[in-house]
């Protein structure tokens, strides 16, 4: 390893100093001595011996001695070889060639190009969008070996500063022998994106688990995907608690990158806590319970450009009732939505990030809906992020008329929202009408927040609550302690989990 | 008439012919054999070829590209194994040279380069063998080989993120790399063979 390092270090001395006794020898000068370091000149052929032995006495010719240091690495493909001219100090020359085994190198393993001198890093893509702080990092391959393992990070800030972006790396000859060029490629941001996975795994310290694992299937850059998933149990979404399956096909490409679609299948079984049993039995006039809830729901995506989209489509789905069993009732409705988020990438690594959408669902008895109803969602978010801090706001709001189905109503008090809170002391049917904001504050993952929201039915008055914890969070996992702030009761609620 | 229904009768005699010539060519192409030196068994699939097509392209692109090859010596065709030999290799391109680099992974290490695609691809088969004395039978027992490769789209596992080797997230990138990988994967089976 050291003999190798010390032939990488002879190979790039051109791109250091070099003191005056180990100058490179002048083109022409007279060879006096001919060296070889690691590995024995009589492995190889007499044909490359004689012509090695040869040099001493002729003039120095940097092409010829490296096609000789190539001819032994023909002859002896286990090596890599370099060469070199040194001057002496009476001005004739001493040819030095240095011989390792590639496999006593990790990154020459790895990728034979590790022996070449990096000539330039170029980046194709939004260049602008990167930090000033990984534009130099990026710099920093230049002059060297290639370092496979640093070349595999910066991919992953790339990745990581540019989200929604695919990154590729490749490596092509630079314009001297021995450089090599790096390219980082950033795909464009696909104007149609695939829904984002539902896998978790999450602990609500009042309300339990929830299991849920997402399995997409495609290649990164790929315009079509296939989800099969799984819901070991579900009691952090929504009102039911909900376990089964779906399986899901979107293509994101149809014939323009513009226009995207997918199909959903699902069947999930229903548990009710008895909280809501109890609650229902009180409030005759919303829809009964179902024991089963089988989806299909078909949509299509437009897309104005990378960040402004719209959607529509049919969701049918059939409830099987709990209490009338095979008996069911259809909630069918047209969907439409209207979606957009905008990424500003500033100087000084400041990233803000803003998402914004609105949702409508409307079962009308033209689709043979038992239940009619029109559900309204609008949703934003905004996020801020300068070196370790991170600030969030979020802001949701709900309507709901007619006699929507409990997988429609809006609930607040799980891991996500009103944390701190239980949905089932809040809403234990969910509520027709809902807002809901929250301010989180990071430094280094720590978290602080602030929730606000209520949940209420169309006769029924709305009382707002709060809450507010800490925690330790980031992208895909939070471990979280929260309290209620408003509550007759002090429970304090701990939750955690990973979304993936 | 007559001489058109010889002519007719004369074409339909060919077809066998060429319907056999169509469907023996590409199986002479992958024709398999094995040989032993000293205690191991060797494969030689000529005809199996993987540095082609994406593989090529990747290569060319400068990148690393890993490929795990089975051997599985069988009893009886699709029958039980007796004996299996995983090996995995790196391949990438020299791009000044010109000329295929492979390092099979594991230990001892052993890496070559200077070497045109066929003679990377017959390395890697030189190096994945099967010791003749686990075999537990003798010359005269009839054996098949069946020889698979698949081909990872990343580089190897050893250059993942530490933090992201063993999480959740990592095991969604497997799976969905799953039908991309299916895509790179070809597997051949063959015999009898009997020990040489």
């Not at chain 2, 290799?89 to 695609?117: C, K, N």
């Amino acid at each position: 390893m050291r003999t190798l390092a010390l032939l990488f270090v002879l190979l790039g001395l051109p791109l250091v100093a070099a003191n005056a006794q180990e100058a490179d020898a002048p083109e022409g000068a007279v060879i006096d001595a001919v060296e070889i370091s690691g590995f024995s000149l009589y492995s190889l052929s007499p044909g490359l011996q004689k012509d090695i032995n040869s040099l001493v006495g002729s003039p120095l010719n940097r092409e010829g001695l490296n096609q000789l240091a190539s001819r032994i690495e023909q002859e002896q493909p286990e090596v890599v070889a370099a060469v070199r001219g040194v001057s002496r100090p009476d001005g004739k020359a001493r040819v030095i060639f240095l011989v390792a085994r590639i496999s006593d190198d990790t990154d020459l393993t790895e990728n034979i190009n590790a022996r070449y001198i990096v000539e330039t890093v170029d980046v194709e893509g939004p260049y602008n969008e990167i930090s000033q702080q990984l534009r130099d990092d990026l710099q920093k391959l230049v002059g060297r070996r290639l370092d496979t393992d640093e070349a595999e990070r910066l991919q992953e800030r790339l990745e990581k500063e540019l989200p929604g972006r695919d990154v590729a790396r490749r490596i092509s000859k630079g314009s001297q022998t021995g450089r090599i060029r790096v390219v980082f490629e950033i795909f464009e941001e696909p104007w149609i994106r695939f829904a984002p996975t539902r896998s978790k795994l999450v602990y609500h310290s009042q309300q339990g688990w929830s299991g849920v694992l997402d399995i997409p299937m495609s290649s990164s850059r790929s315009r079509h995907r296939f989800t099969a998933g799984v819901a070991f149990n579900d009691i952090d979404e929504l009102i039911e608690e909900y376990s089964g399956f779906r399986l899901a096909f979107e293509s994101r490409v149809i014939g323009t990158e513009k226009l995207g679609a997918r199909l959903e299948f699902s069947r999930y079984n229903q548990t009710w806590e008895d909280a809501t049993l109890t609650a229902l039995a009180s409030n005759p006039g919303i829809p009964e319970l179902y024991r089963n809830r089988l989806t299909f729901e078909p949509t299509a995506t437009f897309a104005f450009n990378p960040r402004v989209r719209i959607n529509g489509g049919i969701s049918i789905s059939e409830l099987e009732s709990l209490s009338n069993s095979p008996n069911s009732q259809m909630a069918n409705a047209w969907l439409f939505g209207i979606s957009g988020d905008h990424l500003w990438q500033g100087s000084n690594d400041v990233r803000q990030r803003a998402e914004a959408s609105y949702q409508i669902r409307a079962a009308v008895k033209g689709l043979d809906s038992d239940l009619v109803y029109k559900r309204h969602l609008g949703q934003a978010r905004y996020q801020f992020e300068q070196g370790r801090s991170e600030a969030i706001a979020s802001l949701s709001l709900g309507y709901i008329t007619g006699d929507a189905p409990l997988f429609e109503r809006f609930s607040l008090g799980n891991s996500t929202t009103l944390r701190g809170w239980d949905k089932y002391d809040i809403s234990p049917l969910g509520g027709e009408r809902m807002f809901h904001s929250s301010v989180e504050y990071r430094y280094s993952h720590v978290a602080v927040f602030f929730d606000t929201g209520s949940v209420w039915d169309r006769n029924t008055e709305s009382k707002i609550r709060y809450s507010t914890g800490f925690g330790i969070h980031s992208d895909n996992s939070f471990l979280t302690v929260g309290f209620p702030l408003n509550s007759d009761g002090a429970d304090v609620t701990f939750m955690a989990g990973v979304r993936f | 008439m007559s001489a058109a229904i010889s002519r007719s009768a004369g074409w339909q005699s060919l077809l066998p012919l060429v319907v056999i010539a169509v469907v023996a060519v590409p199986l002479a192409a992958q024709s398999v054999t094995v040989r032993t030196v000293a205690n191991a068994l060797h494969v030689q699939a000529r005809g199996f070829s993987f540095i082609e097509g994406p593989v090529l392209t990747r290569l060319k692109e400068g990148r690393s590209v890993r490929i795990d090859f089975e051997l599985t010596v069988l009893t009886k065709p699709d029958g039980p194994s007796t004996k299996q030999a995983a090996q995995g290799f790196t391949l990438s391109f020299d791009l000044w040279e010109e000329r295929f680099a492979v390092s099979r992974i594991g230990s001892p290490p052993r890496s070559i380069s200077h070497l045109r695609p066929r003679d990377a691809e017959n390395w890697c088969l030189e190096n994945l063998t099967v010791p003749v004395s686990s075999l537990g039978f003798g010359r005269d027992t009839p054996f098949w080989i069946r020889l698979a490769y698949r081909v990872h789209d990343v580089a190897p596992e050893v250059n993942q993120a530490p933090d992201e080797r063993y999480t959740l997230r990592g095991l969604i990138d497997r799976l969905s790399r799953r039908r991309e990988e299916a895509d790179l994967a070809k597997s051949v089976d063959a015999g009898p063979f009997r020990l040489p």
